[in-house]
């Protein structure tokens, strides 16, 4: 497949990731939920100018950092004003987020203290569905619902920014902001004074709702009825909450097998498997999860901040100084070790991507600036993940979800106890500090974090 002149070969994949660029492009285009895949597509092949804003057709990544960070420095990691940990000093918040905190203090500051006009950011909806919404006060930022994991319709984002004059910060997923800035510094470059921030999340892949389907057939519940889902809170991994009319259940992330199989690679949908901007390259400040060795003892969460602009690292300052979170400056390397290199610098989706297009398979044209630092995975590892995606996917689609629950526990099972020992052996013994393969964090570093 070779047509980049529309959004066919996009369908046809599954590579959609909702991001609505196409349909800011071409307003004949809606997003439509798609039932076999359980994922959000375009209804039609659209025109070309839909396909020239596709992050599943093409991302231009030095002409984006060009208009976005002008003459800045790209480095491995994207341009890197300042690398930090952080936390907000809001016990109760720190526990309700992710990790950490930080993006409802970065939002509700910029609010009180930017004077910009307003948030874009998900809101939840009802049930399962939850789109961008326009937010004006710092108590609506407040009651935003934490990291969603499953795919939604996203292009509301670029419709309130064409509609609303004024100033606005974006919060988006790397794939989100690469469809929103192609179309704006493409298309629609008027837009461009608009987006005073962008916050961005470190990416740990979308899901399609075969996967929300799958855990509610293992725990009984109704997927149909849910009234409200969390994928967070509680604590730095927290649990999978789903609140139906007739019951609540929490889903334990770290332990509970039914997660495990319905959270799934498999699970995710195409376009995440040649994903190579995990660390949400065009976003001025980047917030995640701190998975390091150091902080895995923490009760709240810490939060992995990848500061792009000189303004974004003002912000920081200045809600430390205000004493509204507490923060301390890492290397580079803490960006790797907390997110493994294979996603940082795409040794698997690039070695996918290559192999998608030898077999003829649509796959996106893009090469970040991860790409000379990338160890291509062997052939023959990427060949087997590709038949086992399709197998997984067929079963998927036909809703044979106790199935898949049986791979996990027969076939599968060793290399998910394999994933577990290596946790273990890195994150909680340290092996690779005893073996003198990195560096722990001094303490002072960690000293201030709860």
Excluded at 29 to 40: A, G, I, K, N
Excluded at 101 to 120: A, M, N, P, S, T
Aim: net charge positive; aromatic share 8%.
């Amino acid at each position: 497949m070779n047509d980049r002149k529309t959004l066919q070969d996009v369908i046809d994949s599954g590579m959609c990731v909702g991001c609505g660029a196409c349909v800011a492009a071409d307003p004949s285009l809606s997003l439509r939920f798609d039932d076999l895949r359980q994922t959000w597509q375009p209804d039609g092949p659209g025109s070309e100018a839909a396909a020239d804003v596709c992050p599943a057709i093409q991302v231009d990544f030095p002409a984006l950092h060009a208009a976005v960070f002008p003459g800045a420095e790209v480095t491995q990691f994207g341009v890197v004003h300042r690398v930090m940990l952080a936390q907000s000093v809001d016990r109760d918040r720190n526990l309700r987020a992710s990790s950490g905190g930080l993006i409802k203090e970065l939002l509700q500051h910029y609010l009180e203290e930017e004077h910009v006009d307003g948030v874009i950011a998900l809101d939840h909806i009802q049930g399962t569905l939850f789109q961008p919404a326009l937010l004006r006060t710092p108590e609506e930022v407040d009651a935003l619902p934490g990291s969603i994991y499953h795919i939604n319709p996203l292009d509301k984002a670029l419709k309130i920014l064409a509609e609303n004059e004024g100033r606005f910060v974006v919060v988006g997923i790397p794939c989100q902001l690469e469809g929103m800035l192609s179309y704006i510094h493409r298309q629609a470059p008027h837009l461009a004074p608009r987006v005073h921030a962008t916050v961005g999340l470190l990416c740990g892949w979308l899901y399609n709702h075969h996967a929300l389907r799958a855990v509610c057939r293992y725990k009984g519940v109704d997927y149909d009825a849910i009234e409200d889902i969390a994928y967070r809170g509680g604590g730095p991994v927290g649990k999978l909450r789903i609140q139906t009319p007739a019951k609540s259940v929490a889903v334990s992330r770290r332990v509970d097998f039914a997660y495990q199989v319905a959270f799934d690679r498999s699970f995710n949908i195409p376009r995440c498997h040649t994903c190579v901007n995990h660390g949400n390259y065009l976003a001025d400040i980047v917030v995640g999860d701190a998975w390091l060795p150091s902080t895995v003892f923490t009760k709240t969460g810490i939060s992995l901040l990848i500061i792009r602009k000189a303004a974004a690292a003002d912000v920081v300052d200045r809600l430390a100084a205000r004493g509204r979170i507490v923060c301390s400056t890492v290397s580079v390397q803490e960006i790797e070790e907390s997110q493994k290199r294979r996603v940082v610098f795409g040794d698997f989706a690039y070695a996918y991507l290559d192999y998608l297009r030898a077999i003829g398979e649509h796959a996106p044209d893009m090469e970040g600036p991860n790409r000379p630092a990338a160890r291509l995975r062997p052939r023959a590892e990427v060949e087997t993940f590709h038949r086992e995606l399709q197998r997984k996917r067929a079963l998927q689609q036909q809703r044979k979800y106790r199935t898949l629950w049986l791979r996990k526990a027969t076939i599968e099972l060793p290399r998910l106890l394999h994933r577990y020992l290596d946790w273990f052996l890195v994150r909680i013994l340290r092996v690779k500090s005893y073996a003198e393969e990195r560096k722990e964090l001094d303490k002072d570093k960690i000293a201030m974090f709860k």
